[in-house]
Each structure stands twice: as structure tokens, then as C-alpha cells.
């Protein structure tokens, strides 16, 4: 037999709380005659499935003063912030806040925070591999070619704030301590900017102009209209 | 002084105010003191008010309310779009929506365009002036 996919009532809705047809008539429908005449005159009656013992629980010895509400159970999984359509890999950048306003970049990837990965290339505009929010850029329609690049081992951690170590307070060695504590790029980070822009430098100068296009600043000049502007 | 653009049927105008904004359009009928019948190749033949078409040099020999197909077969006839394309109305309206269109990059590559042929100016008259000068 066919499986039935919908459960369909037999007693159709004259109003809703009024079925059609009576408690003796839906006897019949629902061949409960039948079952019970399989049954030998009884309807049939299973055992109640006896319950595992469970332990029992001691009963808490603090209950507090007022009633606490539990707050309701959060199951959200944040997601990295939608990418406009406008930005895909290789694609240029206004940068417009920050120590780099005005410098055109190009767009790496988006890294699963949501922030986009970018790179100036280093050489050309001193920008280097950064994180940058998608809010706070200009993306152009201009395109560089990015499949020469790796950024696989780039994400979020690579560019978090590394653990402080614990200093311990001496007193007369105060000053030298604070000197000697300078943020020092690490030669790994120096060689991985090197390595991601190497390819990139090559596609940017195939395109003629380019280099000195990335190299220079944006700014808005007299007569231009943000809001009637093609980038 | 007199008048030289006259609004009569088979005068070419263009549009500047509405839905069918800077389209080239031509007069088939006029329909009272203030709107005519304007048709073109690619859209429905309906009303405009005159306020709303600025009339060109153009005109193209027609017949009042020509069909779609003697409408088109005339404006080939006459090159419209080519003579549109020569003046200097034309010309300056296509040279606005190229510049409306450009990309950053191509605002960048016009403005080195335009440093290098200031240069070469400048390199020019310097010349002229020593020769002037001499």
C-alpha cells in the first residue's frame, strides 16, 4: 500500500468545534468494530512500558530569595557580515578612515570575522597586510589580477594583539624596562608580505599605469560630486 | 533678430525634461497651441509639450504622421543620428556622458593625460619663444 503522506481527518468541519457526523457514526468510520472484532470483543490494551528506575534527586540545599528568571536559550550563530557585491578578490579600494585614508588598495579576501583582508602592495603604497572594515572603503570597479596569490594562512588570529607577558614591577630598573618593550615586526610577518605581493606586483604592472595609480591618494577635488561619481 | 528653428512636422528635437530624458525625437503632428505628436525609432508615438523638447537644426522630409516604418526608412534617409553626432550639441552631449561614466582609474589615466600634453605645450612655446626671442 501506498504510504498516506497527510494525516486527514474523517470528521470534516461543518464550523470549527462541529464535526459532521456524531460520536456513533465516527465509530464506524474509524472501524473501531473491526479492531475490536480482531480482538475478540475488547479493544486491544498494551501493558504501560514500566518506567527505569531513576535516582532520586536530593533536593537542593539553597534556594534563592527571589524568583530568577533563566534567560532564554541563544542558539545564533553569527556569520561574517554580508560582502557588497561590488567587492571580490583582486578588487581596488578606497580606504577612507584610519592612517591610510585616500590610499587605493587592493582586496585580498574576507577574512571569517568579517573583515576584508587587504594589501597595498607594501612596496608600492606602504600599505601593508591589513585588516580593514568593509563600512569604511570605497570599493572601485578597477580589477587586478589575484590569481597568483596564496592567503590560505592568513586570518584573523595572525592579526590579533599577541598575549602581553606579565611584567614584574622593579623599581629601579622602571625606565630601562619601558625602553626595551618596542613593538618589533617579526621577520615572519616581513617575509609573508613579501611572499603575497611578489605575484601581485607582476599583474599590477602588466596593466600600464596602474602602479602609479595605486600609488597615489585619492581626494576629492573641486566640482567632483561623491554622489555623481562612477567608481 | 528672427527666428531659424521652427516647430514643424519633421523637426528633429530632444528631449530634456522627463521619462524619455536627452532622446531624439521628431515632430510628426501638432496637436494644439502647446503639445505635439512626437514619435522616434524605438519607442510608442505619444504627446509632449513643447516645454519639454528642445528643437535641433535637423529636420527630415515627412508627411504629417508617417508610419513606424516610412518614419525610420526617413531618419536613415536623412542621417539624423549621424548629423547629431557631428554638431557641436551632439558632440558636447556624448563628450558629458563619457566623462559622467568614468571609472577612478580613468579619471587618473585623463589627469596624467593631461599633465603630458600640458608639458608638451609648454615645451612647444618655450621653443617659440626662443625663436621669437633670437
Sequence with gaps: MAPKNSKVSRNPNLIPGIGKYSRSQMYHKKGLWAIKAKNGGQFPHHEKKAKPETTSEKPPNFYPADDVKKPLVNKRKPKPTKLRTSITPGTVLIILTGRFKGKRVVFLKQLPSGLLLITGPFKINGVPLRRVNQSYVIATSTKVDISGVDVNKLDDKYFGKKAEKKKKKGEGEFFEAEKEDKNVLPQEKKDDQKLVDASLIQSIEAVPDLKAYLAARFSLKSGMKPHELVF | ?134
Design chain 2, 1 to 134: 533678430m528672427p527666428f531659424k528653428r521652427y516647430v514643424e512636422i519633421g523637426r528633429v528635437a530632444l528631449v530634456n525634461y522627463g521619462k524619455e530624458y536627452g532622446r531624439l525625437v521628431v515632430i510628426v503632428d501638432v496637436i494644439d497651441q502647446n503639445r505635439a505628436l512626437v514619435d522616434a525609432a524605438d519607442m510608442v508615438r505619444t504627446q509632449m509639450n513643447f516645454k519639454r523638447l528642445s528643437l535641433t537644426d535637423i529636420k527630415i522630409d515627412i508627411k504629417r504622421i508617417p508610419k513606424k516604418k516610412t518614419l525610420i526608412q526617413a531618419m536613415q534617409e536623412a542621417d539624423v543620428q549621424g548629423k547629431w553626432e557631428k554638431s557641436s550639441w551632439g558632440r558636447k552631449l556624448i563628450v558629458q556622458k563619457k566623462r559622467a561614466s568614468l571609472n577612478d582609474f580613468d579619471r587618473f589615466k585623463l589627469m596624467l593625460a593631461k599633465i603630458k600634453r600640458g608639458g608638451l605645450i609648454r615645451q612647444e612655446l618655450a621653443k617659440l619663444k626662443k625663436e621669437a626671442a633670437s
